[in-house]
Protein backbone atom coordinates (compact mmCIF):
# COMPACT_ATOMS: atom_id res chain seq x y z
CA UNK A 1 0.00 0.00 0.00
CA UNK A 2 2.74 2.84 0.97
CA UNK A 3 4.71 1.73 -2.31
CA UNK A 4 1.36 2.66 -4.29
CA UNK A 5 0.86 6.12 -2.34
CA UNK A 6 4.60 6.94 -3.21
CA UNK A 7 4.08 5.81 -6.90
CA UNK A 8 1.54 8.52 -6.88
CA UNK A 9 3.10 10.78 -5.17
CA UNK A 10 6.15 10.65 -7.38
CA UNK A 11 4.05 10.03 -11.11
CA UNK A 12 0.51 10.99 -9.94
CA UNK A 13 0.67 14.50 -9.06
CA UNK A 14 3.19 16.01 -12.22
CA UNK A 15 1.10 14.08 -14.77
CA UNK A 16 -2.64 16.05 -13.38
CA UNK A 17 -0.36 18.99 -13.62
CA UNK A 18 0.15 20.49 -10.66
CA UNK A 19 3.36 22.71 -10.15
CA UNK A 20 5.01 24.52 -6.94
CA UNK A 21 3.12 27.32 -5.91
CA UNK A 22 6.53 29.55 -5.92
CA UNK A 23 7.22 28.79 -9.71
CA UNK A 24 6.93 31.49 -12.52
CA UNK A 25 5.73 30.44 -16.09
CA UNK A 26 5.33 32.82 -18.84
CA UNK A 27 6.15 33.25 -22.87
CA UNK A 28 8.20 36.20 -23.08
CA UNK A 29 9.90 37.61 -26.20
CA UNK A 30 10.96 40.81 -28.32
CA UNK A 31 9.65 41.44 -32.09
CA UNK A 32 12.28 42.69 -33.95
CA UNK A 33 11.48 44.73 -36.92
CA UNK A 34 13.33 45.79 -39.80
CA UNK A 35 11.56 47.80 -42.41
CA UNK A 36 8.87 44.88 -43.23
CA UNK A 37 10.96 41.99 -41.94
CA UNK A 38 9.22 40.81 -38.37
CA UNK A 39 12.07 38.47 -36.29
CA UNK A 40 12.42 37.34 -32.60
CA UNK A 41 15.65 39.21 -31.00
CA UNK A 42 17.88 36.53 -29.93
CA UNK A 43 19.54 37.18 -26.60
CA UNK A 44 22.40 38.95 -28.04
CA UNK A 45 21.62 40.57 -31.07
CA UNK A 46 22.79 43.10 -32.94
CA UNK A 47 20.55 46.04 -34.83
CA UNK A 48 20.93 49.12 -37.08
CA UNK A 49 20.08 52.74 -35.92
CA UNK A 50 16.13 52.54 -36.70
CA UNK A 51 15.13 49.54 -36.49
CA UNK A 52 12.33 48.49 -34.05
CA UNK A 53 11.34 46.43 -30.75
CA UNK A 54 7.97 45.46 -29.00
CA UNK A 55 8.33 43.67 -26.20
CA UNK A 56 5.70 40.60 -25.19
CA UNK A 57 5.42 38.91 -22.15
CA UNK A 58 2.50 36.31 -21.35
CA UNK A 59 2.18 34.80 -17.94
CA UNK A 60 1.08 31.22 -17.55
CA UNK A 61 0.70 31.97 -13.94
CA UNK A 62 0.05 35.02 -11.69
CA UNK A 63 3.27 37.04 -11.54
CA UNK A 64 5.02 40.55 -11.06
CA UNK A 65 6.56 41.76 -14.15
CA UNK A 66 9.83 44.31 -14.38
CA UNK A 67 11.44 45.28 -17.51
CA UNK A 68 14.46 47.53 -17.03
CA UNK A 69 16.37 49.11 -20.41
CA UNK A 70 19.79 50.20 -19.92
CA UNK A 71 22.48 52.13 -21.84
CA UNK A 72 25.84 53.16 -20.88
CA UNK A 73 25.16 55.48 -18.53
CA UNK A 74 21.60 55.35 -17.40
CA UNK A 75 19.00 52.40 -16.90
CA UNK A 76 15.32 53.03 -17.36
CA UNK A 77 12.37 50.95 -15.84
CA UNK A 78 10.12 50.32 -18.44
CA UNK A 79 7.64 48.73 -16.41
CA UNK A 80 6.38 47.40 -13.07
CA UNK A 81 2.98 45.73 -12.93
CA UNK A 82 1.25 42.16 -11.80
CA UNK A 83 -0.41 39.94 -14.53
CA UNK A 84 -2.84 37.28 -13.87
CA UNK A 85 -2.53 34.24 -15.69
CA UNK A 86 -4.97 34.10 -18.39
CA UNK A 87 -6.42 37.24 -18.37
CA UNK A 88 -3.34 39.95 -18.82
CA UNK A 89 -0.68 40.28 -21.35
CA UNK A 90 1.93 43.15 -21.43
CA UNK A 91 2.92 44.98 -24.39
CA UNK A 92 5.68 47.94 -24.62
CA UNK A 93 5.58 50.32 -25.60
CA UNK A 94 2.06 49.47 -26.15
CA UNK A 95 0.14 46.45 -28.89
CA UNK A 96 0.83 49.17 -32.01
CA UNK A 97 4.16 50.82 -31.04
CA UNK A 98 7.59 50.14 -31.06
CA UNK A 99 10.57 50.84 -29.19
CA UNK A 100 13.00 53.01 -31.91
CA UNK A 101 17.15 52.62 -30.95
CA UNK A 102 18.27 55.96 -33.21
CA UNK A 103 21.67 55.79 -31.64
CA UNK A 104 24.30 54.31 -33.36
CA UNK A 105 27.95 52.27 -31.80
CA UNK A 106 25.84 51.80 -28.97
CA UNK A 107 25.13 48.90 -26.66
CA UNK A 108 22.03 48.37 -25.06
CA UNK A 109 20.23 45.75 -22.27
CA UNK A 110 17.14 44.77 -21.96
CA UNK A 111 16.49 42.78 -18.59
CA UNK A 112 12.62 41.16 -18.27
CA UNK A 113 12.25 39.92 -14.79
CA UNK A 114 8.68 37.45 -13.68
CA UNK A 115 8.66 36.76 -10.25
CA UNK A 116 6.22 35.18 -8.31
CA UNK A 117 6.90 37.73 -5.23
CA UNK A 118 7.73 41.94 -5.84
CA UNK A 119 11.31 42.33 -6.16
CA UNK A 120 12.58 44.57 -3.07
CA UNK A 121 15.68 44.73 -5.12
CA UNK A 122 14.08 46.35 -7.96
CA UNK A 123 11.43 48.51 -6.21
CA UNK A 124 13.99 50.22 -3.82
CA UNK A 125 16.31 50.94 -6.91
CA UNK A 126 13.24 52.56 -8.90
CA UNK A 127 11.65 53.73 -5.64
CA UNK A 128 11.99 57.41 -6.51
CA UNK A 129 12.97 57.98 -9.61
CA UNK A 130 12.09 55.44 -13.01
CA UNK A 131 16.18 56.54 -14.20
CA UNK A 132 19.40 55.50 -12.31
CA UNK A 133 22.30 55.32 -13.16
CA UNK A 134 23.63 51.47 -15.12
CA UNK A 135 26.31 51.23 -12.21
CA UNK A 136 23.99 50.77 -9.59
CA UNK A 137 21.71 48.61 -11.84
CA UNK A 138 24.44 46.46 -13.33
CA UNK A 139 25.36 45.52 -9.69
CA UNK A 140 21.90 44.98 -8.59
CA UNK A 141 20.99 42.96 -11.67
CA UNK A 142 24.23 40.64 -11.40
CA UNK A 143 23.22 39.98 -7.80
CA UNK A 144 19.57 38.92 -8.73
CA UNK A 145 20.68 36.53 -11.95
CA UNK A 146 23.30 34.68 -9.43
CA UNK A 147 20.60 34.09 -7.03
CA UNK A 148 18.60 32.20 -9.68
CA UNK A 149 19.62 28.86 -12.04
CA UNK A 150 17.78 30.66 -14.58
CA UNK A 151 19.17 30.09 -18.53
CA UNK A 152 19.53 33.67 -19.85
CA UNK A 153 20.56 32.03 -23.02
CA UNK A 154 17.66 31.02 -25.85
CA UNK A 155 17.42 27.23 -26.54
CA UNK A 156 16.04 27.92 -30.29
CA UNK A 157 14.81 30.47 -32.20
CA UNK A 158 11.42 29.37 -34.49
CA UNK A 159 10.80 31.03 -37.81
CA UNK A 160 8.26 33.74 -37.69
CA UNK A 161 6.27 34.78 -41.16
CA UNK A 162 4.55 37.95 -41.81
CA UNK A 163 1.42 38.85 -41.62
CA UNK A 164 -0.79 42.04 -43.33
CA UNK A 165 -1.99 44.14 -40.36
CA UNK A 166 -0.77 44.78 -36.26
CA UNK A 167 -2.86 42.96 -34.78
CA UNK A 168 -2.31 39.61 -37.02
CA UNK A 169 1.65 40.17 -36.61
CA UNK A 170 1.03 39.97 -32.78
CA UNK A 171 -1.32 37.11 -32.77
CA UNK A 172 0.93 35.24 -35.02
CA UNK A 173 4.10 36.13 -32.72
CA UNK A 174 2.68 35.10 -29.61
CA UNK A 175 1.66 31.86 -31.49
CA UNK A 176 5.39 31.42 -31.86
CA UNK A 177 6.47 32.46 -28.44
CA UNK A 178 8.19 30.22 -26.62
CA UNK A 179 7.92 29.23 -22.66
CA UNK A 180 9.92 29.75 -19.83
CA UNK A 181 9.78 28.36 -16.31
CA UNK A 182 11.67 29.31 -13.28
CA UNK A 183 11.77 28.90 -9.44
CA UNK A 184 10.16 31.99 -8.12
CA UNK A 185 12.06 34.16 -10.57
CA UNK A 186 12.57 34.32 -14.09
CA UNK A 187 14.66 36.52 -15.49
CA UNK A 188 15.01 37.12 -19.64
CA UNK A 189 18.21 39.03 -20.11
CA UNK A 190 18.60 40.50 -24.64
CA UNK A 191 21.87 42.54 -24.85
CA UNK A 192 21.73 44.71 -28.10
CA UNK A 193 24.36 46.11 -30.16
CA UNK A 194 23.17 48.99 -32.41
CA UNK A 195 25.56 49.21 -35.52
CA UNK A 196 25.90 52.96 -37.04
Same mark, same amino acid.
Given at each position: ??? &? !???? *????? =????????????????? !?? +??????? =??????????????????? =????????? *????????????????????? %???????? @??????????????? &????? +?? &??? &??????????? %? %???????????????????????? +? =??????? *? %???????? @??????????????????? *???
Amino acid at each position: MIK &I !LVIL *VIFGI =PALGFSPGDTVKAKIAI !LH +KAGEVYN =PLRTKDRLKAGEMLRIFVL =PEKDCFVYA *VHSGDKESFLLCKTFLKEGND %SLFLPTPE @DYYIFDEGGVKEKIT &IFCSS +KK &ISE &IENLFKNSEII %S %SGLWDEAEEKLIASTKTNLNETSD +K =PFSLAGN *V %SAVNEDFM @DSMQLFVGDELLIRKYEIE *VKK
